[in-house]
């Protein structure tokens, strides 16, 4: 066991946070009981944040909240509100050309000038008649900007007539910290510093103040078209790929499901670690990886009460106890016991069907089946691994998780460790919030 193991395990500091994170492109985004916040590295070395409140709970029904049933729902969410973040760091991450000069379009449209690579230096009036004066300002491609009229229609967008195309990368990484429900501490959050810094546009305004009412666009069809992608690679990696190759090794379910079960757990795990590592090789979800790194140093600085700083947070450990990781790895170690119990075979050999039409019935059952996985991995993991941390069994539940980790945390510098902070004091900054008013 690495240093780094031991100490995720043996230095559980002495306040349990509620909050959980995921790490984002360029960015950190942090989730508290209230609201969630993202802070994101932009090009220009600058840092965005902002912060949204979460829906109220109490308007869900009961039903929602029992076991196995709320481990689904937690899911969902994490899904939904991780596309939302994740769209947020891609519209500020990258330093996007076509959106420059569209930016440069749109104004000059505003002011009544176009840009032209052809243009002869002379500007002629609106109606293209008569000479009124030399040509424009010469902009740094040797083009010049002469007067028009604005076009009726702005040119098609990517981001924003269908969607960035990078917001479909999928969180298989399992970049996020699945929440411990407890109790905020009522104990200064901030580690014995004043107050929140807030860095959206460099304003020393409120981040929650100022995006309450403005909220990232993000629309329905591009979340839909982003869910569904996400949902099927997941199924054709996770579920058909596995079952295709145990039919190739072992033969056809019904002959020995046992065998073709663990052989269909086994490459389950291989595609997934090869998975995880071989997206690790990208340089954007390299750094990537390092902003997990900081999301967890982050929340290992605040459970030892010690003030949210880089200094502080780097001499932490990368690996965290109660990463989303040993979620991922326990659905799949659940998933083998679930398939092996469940009598599949007695439900192909009563109806009588073989080959494809059985192959196509083993994977509606496995997807159906998904479900009843998820909520029984989240009562593993979060519920009860979350709440009984010294136990030792515990430790032997989440060893796989905390091994994956390896692969999907790196060491993150001191600019990154910096957003994890901001969007941790954001959380912490309307948490402090809610409890002032709530004892005024």
């Known amino acids: 066991m690495g240093s780094d193991l ?25 989730r ?28 869900r029904a009961k039903w929602l909240s029992w076991p196995l049933v709320r481990g689904c729902v937690a899911l969902v969410d994490s899904l939904v509100l991780g596309y939302k973040a994740l769209e947020i760091a891609a519209n500020h991450a990258f330093d996007d050309e076509d959106e420059q000069a ?64 990078d917001t479909m990368i999928d969180a298989l990484g399992a970049q996020r910290t699945l929440e411990v429900v407890t109790e905020p501490n009522e104990q200064s959050p901030y580690g014995g510093q004043e ?18 009412e403005e909220e990232p666009f993000f629309g329905k069809a591009e979340m839909a078209i982003s869910l569904v992608m996400g949902l099927v690679l997941g199924v054709g990696l996770f579920i058909f790929l596995p079952a295709l190759a145990s039919n190739v090794l072992v033969g056809e379910y019904e002959a020995n499901p046992f065998a073709w079960n663990i052989i269909d757990g086994l490459m389950r795990v291989v595609i997934f670690v090869f998975y995880v590592w071989l997206i690790g090789r990208m340089k954007d979800i390299k750094r990537m990886f390092s902003y997990h790194g900081a999301e967890h140093k982050t929340i290992h600085c605040y459970e030892h009460g010690l003030e949210l700083s880089p ?41 009588g069907i073989s080959g494809p039409a059985a192959f196509a019935l083993l994977i509606v059952v496995r997807i159906a089946l998904m479900p009843l996985i998820a909520g029984i991995s989240y009562e593993i993991t979060v519920k009860w691994a979350g709440s009984h941390p010294e136990n030792p069994l515990v430790r032997i539940v989440l060893w796989p998780g905390m091994q994956m980790q390896r692969l999907t945390t790196n060491e993150p510098d001191d600019s ?23 004892m005024n």
Request: with cysteine.
């Open 195 to 212: 107050g929140p810094l807030h860095a959206s546009e460099g304003q020393g305004v409120p981040a929650h103040a100022a995006k309450e």
């Open 311 to 351: 200094e502080n947070a780097r001499s932490f450990p990368r690996l965290h106890v109660r990463c989303g990781t040993a979620f991922l790895i326990m659905v799949m170690i659940i998933a083998i016991l679930v398939y092996t119990i469940i009598p599949l075979n007695l439900l192909i050999e009563g109806w």
């Open 102 to 165: 569209e930016t440069v379009a749109e104004e000059a449209a505003a002011g009544g000038l176009c840009i032209d690579d052809d243009f002869d230096g002379q500007e002629y009036d609106s109606e293209g008649q008569g000479l009124i004066g030399n040509g424009g300002p010469q902009e740094s491609d040797g083009s010049r900007a002469r007067r028009c009229e604005p076009e009726q229609d702005p040119p098609f967008s990517w981001k924003h007539d269908f969607g960035r195309p």
């Open 416 to 438: 990154m460790l910096e957003c994890a902070i901001e969007a941790m004091r954001l959380v912490l900054d309307r948490e402090k919030e809610e409890l002032q008013n709530a």
């Open 6 to 30: 031991k100490r995720a395990f043996t230095e559980d500091g002495q306040r349990r946070t509620h909050i959980g994170g995921q790490a984002l492109i360029e960015g950190v985004m942090m």
């Open 32 to 59: 508290g009981k209230l609201n969630w916040a993202v802070a994101v590295r932009e090009p220009d070395g600058h840092m965005h944040s902002e912060e949204h409140p979460l829906s109220k709970k109490g308007k």
